[in-house]
């Protein structure tokens, strides 16, 4: 295996921070020094620290022994630790020209609009403006700065900085960890009989006992579009949870929040779903994007995933319909391979991925036992969703099949009859090696990097040390050349109801499934719940998103993960007696009036449509609540017990969702939510050492532009609520 390429980072000397990184690192004990990127970062965390200077003062490296003494194992296990940091600098011809704001150039970005956007903390810089101006250094990042250097043709003084920055990947969304295969378990355990008993028992004198709570669900985090919700919402609330006021914010549940599910009657209430005029906006974008994404998939989508071919060989027949059959992935010539050829399939096949139908009713159950925070006007309980399992789970397709066993099968058997049992028949032209496999490498390869004081570049002998870089590649085989074209005698098939052994038909599952949600309810006479839910509405896409990579989010200086800001929404929805779809968010505050105005009025005749449900209970309802469905995001954020990454990142949400263009309005640590992370892996594998974190609580949010105009107090509370983060978390920038 040939020996990875090379190149050298210069350390940048001009960070004067005392923050450190963990210890992830064994240091080498001989030389050379080689470290691999996480020693790298731990190496920098003590030369950042100034750990060991010399006789001027200059930060240097530590030795190995230095690196494992107690006093710096002290700094790195302390809680300044730090792994995120910018520790290159990009060098500059002596000669070249001055980068200016205005002439910079625009490099890799994220929906969010911040230009600052690199893959790895290796992807950003210090670079200096002015090539001999060492005090007039700014932060920036690879694929601006090769796009400068492109355009004003300074190559010759960063080829290794421009070599590593083309090989930077796009940003790209990151796809959450999905529950699709702990459901499909539980399925397979409940047709066993392994689960889904009853939820109670009786004990040895015949009472009846609670076995557990049913709220154990796994946390639904997809998206769903506002036009895909549940237009009808049938609540399960026992404890009249719904009926919350001013006396009581737990409702009249408060004496039952310690007992299980099943220990009392059942009480259901039925609510519509109601969306704010801004929402039609939001309506048509998703719907775009939902247009885009299935004619993308069209047009990349082969027969292997159920398309065919065309393959045009200028005979009398035309272009045929088929695939071809791989040939080994080894680089260099084979022989032509074999190319299926087969009719069209019974009906035409549908749309790439199939679009889970528009929701018309899902179930929400309600308990007191699961309260998780309340506010000055609200309550936010734990709430179990059930919803049509095609919202969830992926929907089987039900396009016509050809089996790939029983199509290898024919085909070998014709090769056999056309060639002769040991191939004495074939042409001499099946035999020739007149094809090429291309294997294509894709990614950043592993690197050396060699470790170079700024001061020192250009000095000989001057190396403190070099790594290798992990490297993210993948494997493609291209193939190029002529293939032989064989028809198949294989039928195409139902997946539905197959005909050969090789194929199941689908397992029977349930119509529904469960997941965990959070439900928020208001007391009587609140509007922030119904403004909160607007603001959903308006907020752009990318804030419901996870993008891979790392931003610097102004006035900060270090990168931080481009996580989603803001939990996802679910929906808004209201007692169906108080409903009007042609409401929009004046309806919705009108509603809430409405409501409050018959409150005493309302007994026997309000909309409980239990049957279980006493004359009294009925008279006992009262007000009830509109409900904000959203994601649950962990818990409230400790400060305290969070290091100088997490406090960082978690102060970036503020200045990300001020540069989004909107002011929170109630900034304090109950509204800053963190999980265990990272999101993208199972919940058994997150840890609170990768923290998720997440605002929420936008009753009183507001965008700067409204109706066209700056809004007149945004510059003020846009300083407050950032000097009342950086106090919390102890991160002044300034």
Known sequence: MPSPPTETIIVDESSTTTKVSPPLFDFPKEEPRTFTAKDLIAIMSLYNARFKTDKAGNPILPTPKEAASSEALDILNGKGSRQ??????????????????????????TPNGLQLWGATMFDFYRVRRMPDVASLSTITTGSKLLRWMKAHNELEYAKDEIE??????????????????SIERTEKYIRRGKAGRPMEKKDVKEKKVSTGSIFNRKRLTSRIDLDHLPKKL?????????????????????????????????????????????SIARTKREAEARANKQKYEESINNLLDGRPEQLDLDNKDGALEGYMIRPPAVDGPVEPPVFVVHGPPPQPFARASVIPKPIEEAHLYLSPAHTVGTGNHSVVYNAEWELPRAAVMPTPSSDYILCEKCVAADIARIIREEDGEHGERKESKWEELSGRVTIVEEGRPPVVLHLVQS?????????????????????????????????????????????CEH???????????????????????DVHLAQEATNYELFEQHMFEHWSGLNVVPPMHDPVPVGALVPQYYGYYVPDEDSDDEKGTEGKEEANEDTRVEEEDRSSNDTDSSS?????????????????????????????????DQSNEALSYIYRFHFAGWAHGSVYPRNILAQPGPLDVPPSQRRNATPSFR????????????MGKKQPGWVGDRYHEEAAMEKLFGMYMF
């Open 84 to 109: 995120r940091m910018i520790f290159r600098e990009w060098p500059r011809d002596p000669k070249g020209e001055p980068i200016t704001v205005e002439g910079s150039a625009p490099g890799k970005v």
């Open 164 to 181: 590593w920055a083309e090989m930077e990947e796009k940003p790209t969304i990151i796809d959450l960890w999905s529950p699709c295969k």
């Open 234 to 278: 049938i609540v399960h609330d026992p404890w009249n949870v719904l009926a919350a006021d001013s006396v009581n914010a737990f409702g009249r549940a408060e004496r039952f929040k310690t007992e299980e599910w099943t220990s009392k009657q059942d009480r259901i209430h039925v609510y519509r779903l109601q969306l704010s005029k801004y």
């Open 455 to 499: 001061h020192n570049v250009g000095k000989p002998n001057k190396e403190e040390g070099q790594f290798e870089t992990e490297g993210k590649t993948t494997l493609r085989a291209e193939y190029i050349g002529p293939v032989r074209p064989i028809r198949t005698t294989v039928e195409w098939q139902d997946p539905m109801h197959p005909t």
């Open 503 to 525: 194929i199941k038909p689908p397992l029977e599952v349930p119509p529904t499934v469960k997941m965990r949600v959070v439900g928020k309810i208001s007391l009587a006479r």
């Open 612 to 644: 279980t449900a006493t004359e009294r209970e009925r008279k006992d309802v009262g007000y009830l609540s509109p409900i904000l469905l959203l994601e649950d995001c962990g818990t409230q954020v400790d400060p305290s017990k969070l290091n100088y």
């Open 695 to 706: 605002l929420i609580d936008f009753g009183r949010s507001y965008h700067v532009d409204k």
